[in-house]
């Protein structure tokens, strides 16, 4: 089975960016339908950040207009641009792929962002 990891992951300050990346390896995103991010922060339930499928894209209202997700199938990465962060961003970050036809998810490992001052 392939595997989805993410980097990028840090201490930032509030109002600061961070840029996530998912890479796969040993399968190609060509494989993946929806690709997506999601994060848990602590003792909280795990939650869609972002989703991009195509060319369309799909937002929290948590983080619209301050998270850009993109996605190269070429590159075989996903990115998430995250810019001006909040302590509620604060999180463990997931990368997530849904396969074509069999509808198979693929998880990472996560990524911690912690936003504070």
């Known amino acids: 089975q392939g595997q989805l990891m993410e980097s990028g992951g840090g201490l930032v300050l509030p109002g600061g960016s961070l840029r996530l990346s998912c890479a796969a390896s040993?399968?190609?995103?060509?494989?993946?339908?929806?690709m997506g991010w999601y994060r848990q922060a602590p003792g909280k339930q795990r939650e869609l950040v972002a989703t991009?499928?195509?060319?369309?894209?799909v937002y929290a209202d948590s983080v619209k207009g301050r998270f850009t997700i993109s996605r190269s199938n070429f590159n075989n990465t996903m990115s998430l641009q995250m810019d001006s962060l909040k302590s509620e961003d604060t999180a463990v970050y997931y990368c997530?792929?849904?396969?074509?036809?069999?509808?198979?998810?693929?998880w990472g490992q996560g990524t911690a962002v912690t936003v504070s001052s």
């Open positions: 040993t399968i190609s995103m060509f494989n993946f339908n929806v």
């Open positions: 991009i499928t195509g060319g369309r894209t």
């Open positions: 997530n792929g849904v396969r074509w036809g069999t509808k198979e998810e693929y």
